[in-house]
């Protein structure tokens, strides 16, 4: 496993110093059977939110409400006018009209806005902001991409995304996981986070640094595992270092230099090797592919999400809705590379895969919605303008969905992939509040997800009108 070299002194890229303040952060997380298991630990901390209501006394937590001209509640299919919603401390406690909220409490009133669950991204990538992404992992610093980091979810936070999961991100060490921790210590605020540090790639693969000469011995973006047993390794040292998701890069991607989305890169022992280990400590597995065969490999190995799925069969799909298996299609990223092009040589892979595959891709996307595959919002962005991955919607309205069930998709359907829909995803008491809205109504525009105005998360409010 290449990994083993991110410990040898020769090869290391960052000083002593840094690899010991790594060490010391690691030593202290939280198991991710802990953090799976309690989002609530998630709430920013009252010091850190900005525009938050007066603190109330740790015994009596505030009450608040809020009164809405219509309600999305993430289950019902139709809305409910005239809305209120009742808050106590972190959490949901009645969902009605305004004769629900008592008398003398603290009331945010929205006038004719509309409120939804807080929006569930599964698939954020915030350590890539540029489209030379490999580049820039040979070129900055752990420290330095977990500052940006940092800085792309707050953004994204506020934007409406109240959960990201990280489908592994272009670092050596585990900035994404510690990024969550600091913001579950109640350092900074920033949304709930989940998932994988790195993805896990063959040699040669999507997470491999393939432009370069063999003599070079650089440390790659993805984690670089051959065989059923690097790939054992693989998944411990990711769980060992606070990934609750595992990420596996099954096919070739779009976005990578020097491979194609139509081969398939691990083999069915590998596969195998890889769910069977992350089961065993309770952690799922999410599957990037695009090849038909790849996305059918996966399912049958068990994994719990397929990534992308672009080039899905009826078999594929039909396996998908068989087992139960979620598709995360991230189909907008593709047409905003084919509308504004890439200055990089490695995104132009991403744009003439784009534009050649596109239309096919959306109409296999409309075929898995028919057949009543759970398909969640994943926006493949990361640190990009925060209110483009809510252009996901919209896509998932033209591939077939109704924008109700694309915004159930982005709330109730990605809570249940994270297995959190026991407190997020959407609005009912006993929910935590993660709240969003918009000014319009999203059932006639559904651009209005991209222009989110109002956010609270965990009862606190982070945005206001
Ligand atoms: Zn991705």
Not at 65 to 85: E, F, V
Not at 103 to 111: A, D, H, K, M
Not at 258 to 286: I, Q, T, Y
Request: with cysteine; net charge neutral.
């Amino acid at each position: 496993m290449k990994r083993d070299q991110r410990r040898e002194g020769g090869r290391r890229p960052f000083g002593r110093a840094a690899a010991v303040m790594v060490m010391v952060a690691a030593a202290g997380l939280a198991g991710p059977g802990e953090a799976t298991a309690d989002p609530a630990a998630a709430t920013p901390a009252a010091t850190a939110a900005p525009a938050t209501a007066a603190t109330a006394s740790p015994a009596k937590p505030a009450v608040k409400g809020i009164l809405c001209g219509q309600l999305i509640d993430g289950r019902s299919d139709r809305p409910l006018k005239n809305a209120a919603i009742l808050i106590e401390g972190e959490k949901i406690v009645k969902v009605g009209g305004p004769d629900i909220l008592p008398r003398g409490i603290e009331v945010i009133e929205l006038g004719s806005a509309t409120v939804m669950p807080g929006l569930i991204d599964l698939h954020c990538h915030p350590l890539e902001s540029t489209d030379s992404y490999q580049i820039d992992h040979l070129r900055w610093s752990s420290a330095y991409k977990a500052l940006r980091g940092l800085k792309a979810v707050q953004d994204d936070l506020m934007a409406g995304w109240t959960t990201l999961r990280v489908p592994g991100d272009g670092d050596v060490f585990y900035a994404p996981m510690d990024l969550r921790r600091a913001i579950n210590e109640g350092l900074f605020v920033g949304p709930r986070m989940s998932g994988a540090a790195h993805y896990i790639s063959v040699t040669g693969g999507g997470g491999d640094i393939n432009f370069m000469s063999p003599e070079q011995h650089l440390i790659a973006d993805g984690l670089v595992v051959d065989g059923p047993e690097e790939m054992r390794k693989a998944v411990r040292e990711e769980i060992k270092y606070g990934s609750d998701w595992i990420k596996l890069l099954v096919t070739g991607a779009f976005m990578s230099t020097g491979d194609s989305p139509g081969d398939v890169h691990f083999s069915p022992e590998e596969l195998k090797a890889a769910v069977d280990e992350a089961s065993r400590r309770r952690v799922p597995v999410m599957a990037h592919a695009h090849a038909a065969e790849g996305i059918k490999m996966a399912i049958r190995a068990g994994v719990r999400s397929i990534e992308h799925g672009t080039f899905m069969d009826a078999e594929a799909i039909s396996l998908m809705k068989e087992r139960g298996v979620f598709l995360v299609p991230t189909m907008y990223v593709g047409e905003y590379y084919v509308e504004r092009g890439s200055e990089s040589p490695e995104m132009q892979k991403m744009v003439d895969l784009s534009r050649k595959h596109q239309a096919e891709f959306t109409r296999r996307v409309g075929d898995a919605i028919r057949a009543g595959v759970k398909i969640a919002v994943g926006s493949d962005f990361g640190a990009y303008a925060p209110e483009l991955g809510a252009h996901e919607f919209a896509s998932l309205v033209k591939a077939g969905m109704t924008p109700m069930q694309a915004i159930q998709a982005g709330t109730r359907v990605g809570a249940e992939a994270l297995r959190w829909d026991d407190r997020l995803g959407t609005v009912e008491p006993g929910k935590l509040a993660d709240l969003v809205a918009v000014a319009g109504d999203p059932l006639k525009d559904i651009s209005e997800m991209t222009r989110v105005t109002f956010v609270m998360i965990g009862g606190k409010v982070v945005k206001r009108p």
